[in-house]
């Protein structure tokens, strides 16, 4: 049973406070985690996570920080292939493969991974640091794309996969497509939330999002498209009804 007392949440016999930071009690919520986390709190302003100062700014993030900081990084990626004698329109096409699955590794990770089922103290309280605050601060703008700090230290594993699987000269640009992929889907998932969009794909866009935000959460895994969700067969039903009309 879940119920809201002004600022204080109380789920079984565990009271959650919203107006202390909540990264460390969320645990405590145990199998009603799964059930408080999807029960969306809708505002702008975002809740505290930590008391240490440090850790607390670590987890803020402007959205204009990710194409700033990694865009650079993308040129310097694919310029290297080019350096190492791969032709502009070869470099070209690996972008656009790295882009292309990194649409895969999105769905996948928001599916299997944001939406893993948890109910142990540390379970709770690193899912609810992966994504569960996004379901339950769903507007919270400056937690809406993932800390370049986190992004540094995930790139270093994913480059290594990418040296193994593809030759020196096509690595580099390959990896900076997926990065590319990166900074579209986090761009675009900022836009989705806080964005006004007046043209008919980014208005179906949004719908579909929040229609996973606030509708059908166990659906809808695409965020720059529903691609996979089609594919996988995880399409929201009004969606799985209009296709098969």
Known sequence: MVFELSSRMVVQNFEVDLNKALVFQVGHLGEAYEEWVHQPIVSKEGPRFFENEILEFLTRTVWWAIPVIWLPVVCYFVYSSVLMGLGCPQSALMVLVGIFIWTFLEYSLHRFLFHIKTKTYWGNTLHYLLHGC?????????????????????LMPFWNIVKLMATPSTAPALFGGGLLGYVM??????????????TEVPQNLKKY??????????????????????????????????KSM
């Open 209 to 242: 999002h929040l229609n996973h935000h606030f509708r059908i959460q166990d659906k809808g895994f695409g965020i720059t498209s529903s691609l996979w969700d089609k594919i996988f067969g995880t399409l929201p039903p009004s969606k799985m009804a209009a």
């Open 134 to 154: 996004h379901h339950k601060h769903p507007m919270d703008g400056l937690r809406l794309v993932f800390p370049p700090a986190a992004t540094a230290i995930l």
């Open 185 to 198: 889907y986090d761009c675009t998932h900022y836009y989705l939330h806080h964005g006004q969009p007046k």
